[in-house]
């Protein structure tokens, strides 16, 4: 019995790890279309086309991610945001958009 235990949470491990793995593609893919969107100009349309191709659905589902109309809607909004992955995943700049949002309510 231990031994299923065990192997029980080996396998969950080994899979939150694959999702933090296509995670970081993804993340990576927003990063290219960003780089895209300030050079081309078509950085949301070059995210659509990803996430609503083959790999990008199959990338989407493996990360943990429904890769629906909704979902696509959402990156391409990231998208022309701007705003690069890594700092809009940075403490500060989650503390400059919640300060604006109070400010804004205020």
Same mark, same amino acid.
């Given at each position: 019995m !231990?031994?299923?235990v065990d192997g029980? !949470?080996?396998n969950h491990e080994q899979g939150n790890r694959a999702r933090k793995?296509?995670?970081a593609v993804v993340l990576a893919a927003l990063d290219?279309?960003?780089a895209d969107d300030?050079?081309?100009g078509n950085g949301p349309e070059q995210i659509a086309r990803w996430a609503r191709s083959r790999d990008g659905r199959e990338v989407l589902s493996c990360a943990g991610i429904d890769p629906n109309e909704r979902v696509v809607k959402g990156l391409m909004e990231f998208v022309s945001k701007g705003v690069r992955t890594s700092v809009a995943l940075s403490r500060e700049e989650s503390e400059r958009r919640n300060a604006a949002?109070? !400010?804004k309510a205020a």
């Amino acid at each position: 019995m !231990a031994d299923f235990v065990d192997g029980t !949470a080996f396998n969950h491990e080994q899979g939150n790890r694959a999702r933090k793995l296509f995670a970081a593609v993804v993340l990576a893919a927003l990063d290219d279309a960003i780089a895209d969107d300030k050079k081309y100009g078509n950085g949301p349309e070059q995210i659509a086309r990803w996430a609503r191709s083959r790999d990008g659905r199959e990338v989407l589902s493996c990360a943990g991610i429904d890769p629906n109309e909704r979902v696509v809607k959402g990156l391409m909004e990231f998208v022309s945001k701007g705003v690069r992955t890594s700092v809009a995943l940075s403490r500060e700049e989650s503390e400059r958009r919640n300060a604006a949002e109070q !400010a804004k309510a205020a």
